[in-house]
């Protein structure tokens, strides 16, 4: 849910800047909600990685 989130934040910032140039403010927005998206699919990935490793035959 957290991915979803962050690309839903990621496209309401892109969404904002159609049709006029993005100011300053709109590029922050864009960039920090680029990093959530990065971030929650980083976290995602490293926990699949460890249920896949430790879900291991016993």
Do not use: K
């Not at 690309?7 to 049709?19: F, P, S």
């Not at 490293?46 to 249920?51: C, D, E, S, V």
């Amino acid at each position: 849910m957290p991915a979803i989130l962050a690309d839903v934040a990621l496209l309401d910032a892109l969404i904002m800047t159609i049709g006029r140039t993005p100011n300053e403010l709109d590029e922050q927005r864009i960039r920090r909600a680029r990093r959530r998206v990065l971030a929650a699919r980083r976290d995602l990935a490293n926990r699949a990685a460890t249920l896949a490793l430790s879900g291991g035959a016993a």
